[in-house]
């Protein structure tokens, strides 16, 4: 595919990325840089960065701020939960997208998530990643940081022991997968367009129920990543979508891709839990009919 010019790739070796060409560019700077990983700050870091690549004469406001938030959340993360020795960063601009990488040799995301949580699988630690306010560190996170991030990237993902979780904004997909060779630790890749019009304050706005409180208490759940086989029918599988969902004011339940759903779990989710968590808004979107007479019957 690189030959045919299908793809591009950035980087070398492991750390290498392939992305499509529409995201590539002459490469105007790039910074590239192996940190110890002891009394590491993300804002020293930060300005190694911006010293070096004059970040301020080469970006706009908007894109700027969302490289320093979603930068610093995610070496946070790798400095703080990986227990890597060490942290390679890598930063690139080219004429249309602006990239990151942050490279850990440590315990892997979606392991310490599966540990810290009891979990049985990889897959299981995204379902509660995606949720937002997942974290092993509740007393010092938020759980916020990789919620964010996901959403207002272009493109982000996460690579861990064999395991890879893609999203893809501007189509409004996502994918999960396994891959080789298993990478230790975890890599994250974020790419934004240097023209795009997105905005922190709009996204943090989406998801807070009242704006003034300042409160991130609304979500989105993709059923379609809760399977078995292609129909949702126990109970335990709601209970599993359901799992740490109390923390939110509002939930929206994406159905896109979801074939249908069985009686029990419907009414797992929209009559035993609405009832225990009445002050919780449910909506349920992307339904066909089938979803949706199943849905409906629950509440009758």
Same mark, same amino acid.
């Given at each position: ?6 793809? $591009? ?7 290498? %990325? ?38 301020? =004469? %080469? ?12 930068? %610093?959340?995610?070496?946070? *993360? ?33 392991? *310490?998530?599966?540990?810290?949580? +009891? ?7 995204? =379902? ?8 092993? =560190?509740? =007393? ?8 964010? !991030? ?36 975890? +890599? ?12 922190? *304050? ?6 807070? !129920? ?6 991130? #208490?609304?979500?989105?759940?993709? $059923? ?6 292609? $129909?949702? $029918? ?14 939110? +004011? ?16 419907? #009414? ?5 839990? +609405?009832?225990?968590?009445? #002050?919780?808004?449910? !909506?349920?979107?992307?339904? *066909? ?12």
């Amino acid at each position: 595919m690189i030959k045919k010019g299908l793809l $591009i790739k950035l980087g070398s070796t492991r750390s290498a %990325s392939y992305v499509l060409p529409k995201y590539a560019g002459n490469i105007e700077w790039k910074f590239d840089r192996r940190y110890l990983n002891k009394n590491l700050a993300e804002h020293e870091v930060l300005e190694d960065i911006e010293g070096r690549a004059q970040f301020r =004469q %080469s970006l706009s406001e908007n894109v700027r701020n969302i490289f320093e938030y979603t930068f %610093s959340e995610m070496l946070n *993360n790798a400095i703080e939960h990986s227990e890597s020795e060490n942290i390679h960063v890598i930063v690139e601009k080219n004429e249309n997208n602006l990239l990151f990488q942050i490279n850990d040799f440590g315990i892997g995301v979606f392991r *310490n998530i599966m540990n810290d949580r +009891k979990l049985k699988s990889e897959l299981e630690a995204v =379902q509660d990643l995606l949720k937002g306010k997942t974290t092993t =560190q509740p =007393q010092a996170h938020s759980g916020e940081g990789i919620f964010f !991030t996901s959403k207002i990237a272009d493109a982000f993902s996460l690579e861990s022991f064999g395991y890879k979780l893609t999203i893809e904004n501007n189509i409004e997909d996502l994918f999960f997968e396994e891959i080789k060779p298993s990478k230790k630790g975890t +890599k994250v890749s974020f790419d934004i367009a240097c023209n795009s019009e997105r905005h922190l *304050n709009d996204l943090f706005a989406e998801y807070q !129920t009242n704006p003034e409180e300042y409160a991130f #208490d609304k979500t989105e759940i993709q $059923i379609k990543l809760y399977t078995m086989g292609t $129909i949702h $029918i126990s109970r335990s599988q709601a209970r599993r979508v359901l799992t740490g969902l109390e923390k939110f +004011k509002s939930i929206t339940l994406d159905f896109d891709n979801v074939p249908n759903v069985g009686q029990a779990f419907a #009414d797992e989710i929209f009559r035993v839990f +609405k009832n225990k968590n009445p #002050d919780i808004q449910i !909506t349920p979107i992307n339904m *066909n009919k089938a979803v949706k007479f199943m849905i409906g019957r629950v509440g009758k």
